[in-house]
């Protein structure tokens, strides 16, 4: 089975970033998680889609999604929703409109996140869940919220509490794309 986790930070320190890989380090057996980044695509701009099309680094992001058999966004929290980039990115995968459907139609996908502060990125990934309403994914009810991450995420590395977790949370939503 393989997941593709996106991560909606460009921070090349990202602790998003760092749990993606996580996710790929601590996968289940018949797991294979894929870790993407959002580098390289564009603020969304009709013009550009009307005269230069789609970008490529939208087309290779939507091509891994389409071969995955699962999602993950893995999301900071900005101002209590998700970081632009990454809805910037959600919006272009939807673009042109026939490709939403075949890009996140049903698509298995989980909501993950990672936060120095106190509450895990509950606001963003709450804010997220009406933007995959109109998407039309399937979405994992489990949820990853990590609060106080550069406790568990330190130079080091992940504590094994942590690993533990990733790991746990990751068998549910493998679990959940099987059903
Ligand atoms: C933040 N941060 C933040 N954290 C949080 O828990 N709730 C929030 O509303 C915000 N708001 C916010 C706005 C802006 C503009 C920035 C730059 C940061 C802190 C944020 O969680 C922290 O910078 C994380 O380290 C960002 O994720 P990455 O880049 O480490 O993956």
Do not use: C
Not at 11 to 38: C, H, I, Y
Not at 103 to 131: M, V, Y
Not at 143 to 157: A, C, I, M, N, T
């Amino acid at each position: 089975m393989k997941i593709v986790a996106v991560s909606g930070s460009l921070r090349t320190e990202s602790f998003n970033t760092r749990v993606a890989k996580l996710m790929a380090e601590q996968a289940p057996d018949g797991v294979e998680v894929q870790v993407l980044t959002l580098h390289g695509i564009p603020l969304y701009d009709g013009d550009l889609e009307e005269n230069e099309g789609i970008p490529g680094a939208v087309e290779s992001l939507r091509t891994a999604i389409k071969a995955a058999d699962g999602l993950v966004l893995v999301t900071p929290e900005y101002n209590a929703g998700m970081p632009g980039v990454l809805k910037n990115a959600l919006d272009w995968l939807t673009r042109p409109g026939e490709e939403m459907k075949p890009t996140f139609g049903g698509r298995k996908t989980a909501l993950a996140g990672a936060t120095p502060g106190a509450w895990g990125t509950a606001l963003a990934q709450s804010g997220a869940l009406i933007n995959l309403r109109q998407l039309g994914v399937h979405l994992y009810p489990g949820y990853l919220r990590l609060s106080k991450v550069h406790e568990s995420l330190g130079d080091d590395g992940a504590d094994d509490k942590l690993k533990q977790q990733v790991r746990k949370w990751l068998a549910g939503f493998a679990d959940y794309i099987r059903e």
